[in-house]
């Protein structure tokens, strides 16, 4: 069964520095994986998706992703972090087969930006 | 194009009491997952639904919760009987027929039994 780990509960960044935050998976197949960003009560939105393809991936609001089989990783990176980046990050991987269309979801990273 | 609806977005009900969730997905999508959040955690998937059809309820607890997606009208996740431990957020996902990979997520209904 697909899994994926989200290593850093929480990371404390300032504001203006790069962020990176990590995530594992385990799949027995080439996965697909995405990066969600939930605000405080608010929904998931969807930042970037990965599918096939080059394996660097271009999100919305500055963020990127790098998918590494070798790793079994896909962390997501931001080169300059603004306050407004403050939230949860959830990684997320599936559907595992063409009959199977939930996704796993890691526990989460808050983020905090400091001035 | 608005975007998938959820509501309400917070409900409060008594230990015993029915809590109903309703979800309506975005224009033209024909597949609704539904999922639930516990403090501190992510999202664990409950159940997925096509018109009228129950395809995968592999993460719904066995008693007192169902769902449905009628022909007319939003997807339902009704709890019966509430009790603490379903104090939680749920979310709502919508996807089009074939695009059953990438799907759009709802705010969420915000449930808390006191």
């Known amino acids: 069964a697909q899994s994926v780990t989200q290593p850093d509960i929480h990371i404390t960044v300032s504001e203006g520095a790069s962020l990176e935050l990590r995530c594992n998976y385990s799949y027995g197949a080439t996965p697909y994986l995405f990066w969600y960003v939930q605000s405080p009560g608010q929904g998931l939105q969807l930042l970037l998706k990965y599918f096939s393809g080059d394996t660097l991936v271009q999100g919305i609001k500055g963020f990127e992703a790098e998918f590494k089989r070798s790793q079994s990783s896909f962390n997501l990176r931001k080169p300059s972090v603004h306050w407004s980046d403050a939230a949860e990050y959830f990684c997320a991987v599936g559907p595992e087969g063409s009959n199977d269309y939930k996704l796993s979801f890691g526990a989460g990273t808050t983020v905090t930006v400091r001035a | 194009n608005a975007g998938v609806m959820q509501n309400p977005r917070h409900l409060v009900r008594r230990r015993g009491q029915e809590a109903r969730l309703r979800c309506s997905p975005m224009k033209g999508h024909s597949h609704v997952y539904w999922y639930r959040q516990l403090p501190e955690e992510g999202l664990k998937f409950m159940v997925y639904?096509?018109?009228?059809?129950?395809?995968?309820e592999s993460g719904m607890p066995k008693e007192r919760f169902s769902a449905e997606f009628p022909k007319e009208g939003p997807s339902i996740l009704r709890i019966q009987q509430v009790v603490r431990g379903d104090s939680a957020a749920y979310f709502c996902a919508s996807s089009p027929p074939a695009g059953a990979y990438e799907q759009f997520f709802g705010p969420g209904t915000r449930l808390t039994v006191l």
């Open positions: 639904l096509q018109k009228e059809n129950i395809i995968d």
